[in-house]
C-alpha cells in the first residue's frame, strides 16, 4: 500500500527572463514502512519537493496523495490540521517551543488540536528518545543532538502517516547526527515508521532502502538498495 503519490509535481518561481521551474513533472511513491533517501546537490529541487510533500507550499501543476487523500484539494486551515495530524516533519534547525519543556515540545501536536495526549505513549516516547532525564528541561538547557531527539519525539507523537526528515543531522556534530539517524531507524525498523529523508550525505542515504535523486528539478534516478 502507498501512503504517499507523487503525481507530476511541478513548481515554478518567477516569470519571463526569470522564470525557474525547481521541480519539473516529478512522480514517484512511497509504500508503508519504507525508509527513503531523497538526495541531490544544493539547488537540485529537493527542499522544494520536501516543502511540497509536506503540504508548506502548493505546487503549480500535479498533485500530493497521502493514504488516499489529495492534500490539494483542502483549503490552508484543512491542509494545517491535517499536516499536522499525518506528517512528522524534522527540520534541520529543530523548531522547538522554547518556553515549553522537552516533554511539553514533544506533546505539542496533541495540544495544538485540544487533545488530551496518552501519558503512556509520551513516557515511551521520551525513554526511546533518550532524554527520560531532561523530561522537564527547556530546549535552552538541551545540546543540539538532544533538542533534535525532542523533534524526533514530536514528529512520532501522532503515529503519523510518514516522517518527513530534512537534513536532520545538518546542525550536528558526527556522533550526535550518528545517534539522530539511529533512532529514526530504529523507529522505520522496529515500529514500521515510513521515513522520508532528505539529505546530501551519501553514507546517510546508503542505509536507505532506496534513494531517489533529483537534479535540475528531475528524478534522475529512483535505485532500491535494499528490499
Sequence with gaps: MAVLEVKELTKIYGSGKNRVIALDHVSFQVKKGEFVAIVGA?????????????????????????????????????????????I??????????????????IMLPCLLDN???DSEKVGRIVEMTGLSNRRTHLPGE???????????????????AFILADEPTGNLDSKSGKEIIDLLMAANQ???????????DENIALQADRIITI????????????L
Aim: hydrophobic share 35%; glycine share 10%; aromatic share 4%.
Design 142 to 160: 538541551l545540546s543540539g543532538g538532544q533538542q533534535q531527539r525532542v523533534s524526533v519525539g514530536r514528529a512520532l507523537i501522532n503515529d503519523p
Design 190 to 200: 522496529k515500529a514500521k515508521q515510513t521515513l522520508i529523508l532528505i539529505t546530501h
Design 115 to 117: 487533545r488530551k495526549p
Design 215 to 226: 537534479s535540475d528539478g528531475r528524478i534522475l534516478r529512483d535505485e532500491v538498495i535494499r
Design 42 to 86: 544544493s539547488g537540485s529541487g529537493k527542499s522544494t519537493l520536501m516543502n511540497l510533500i509536506g503540504g508548506i507550499d502548493r505546487p503549480a501543476s500535479g498533485s500530493v496523495v497521502i493514504e488516499e487523500k489529495e492534500i490539494f484539494d483542502m483549503n490552508e486551515s484543512e491542509l494545517a490540521i491535517f499536516r499536522r495530524r499525518n
Design 88 to 105: 512528522g516533519i524534522i527540520y534541520q534547525f529543530y523548531n522547538l517551543i522554547p518556553n515549553l519543556t522537552v516533554e511539553e515540545n
